[in-house]
């Protein structure tokens, strides 16, 4: 098992402003993930991290709007950039650790609220 | 296009007894399955999994069974406890694609 920790776990913002959450993995990675859980809503990929190189998005989400950093295997940060009251969600990274395939785990989430 | 379904928003089981929750998919090429337990502000916890060249798979009070010719599979927990109690999502890929998720499942384990 690993331990995936996510800062912060929550915060209130203002409208227009951008905040940057942190993943961070106490295990050997091989994949890093970011998704977004909109209130009801089930679990949507934003984008695969890609270590060093520029992320893979899905479709409907754009750089620009949540940039993505993974500069080492093991850790990752998601801006959530101009934010407006619709970005309220919680945010997760998950992980494929090393020695397994299909299995993705969970951090423990950023909750974020935008007023 | 929603490639993964469930469609029971909710379901309530007493303590003790067997808790069946169900998932629904489009995609044939779907190869692996997996279903994760969410509580309240907390993240996905990873249960249990099943691949697509088998049709059961147990672990514990956790079983999974997989139709594939249906395109169906299901949880079983038996027996339920109050611990239980949280959302359940099941989820599909295909190969080394991403994970798609269902809608989820909260299910409620009454005393």
């Known amino acids: 098992s690993a331990v995936i920790s996510q800062k912060p776990s929550r915060d209130i913002c203002q409208r227009g402003t951008s905040l940057t959450i942190q993943c961070q993995v106490d295990?050997?990675?091989?994949?890093m993930f970011w998704y977004r859980q909109q209130p009801g809503q089930s679990l949507t990929l934003i984008a695969t991290a890609n270590q060093g190189s520029e992320a893979t998005y899905e479709s409907g989400f754009v750089i620009d709007k949540f940039p993505i950093s993974r500069p080492n295997l093991t850790f990752s940060t998601l801006t959530v950039s101009n934010m407006s009251p619709e970005d309220s969600s919680i945010y997760l990274c998950s992980v494929v650790l090393a020695g397994y395939y299909n299995e993705q785990f969970f951090g423990p989430g950023t909750r974020l609220t935008v007023l | 296009d929603q490639q993964v379904k469930q469609n029971s928003p909710s379901l309530s089981v007493q303590e003790g007894r067997i808790s069946i929750l169900n998932c629904d998919y489009t995609?044939?090429?779907?190869?692996?399955f997996l279903w994760y337990k969410k509580y309240p502000a907390e993240g996905p916890t990873f249960l249990i999994s099943?691949?697509?060249?088998?049709d059961k798979n147990e672990d514990g009070r956790f079983t999974v069974f997989l139709n594939k010719s249906a395109k169906h599979l299901s949880l079983h927990i038996v027996p339920s406890q109050p611990g239980d109690s949280a959302v359940y999502f099941c989820a599909a890929k295909e190969g080394a694609q991403k994970l798609v998720f269902g809608q989820g499942t909260r299910l409620t384990i009454n005393p």
């Open positions: 295990s050997q990675v091989t994949m």
């Open positions: 995609n044939s090429m779907f190869d692996y």
């Open positions: 099943i691949s697509s060249i088998k």
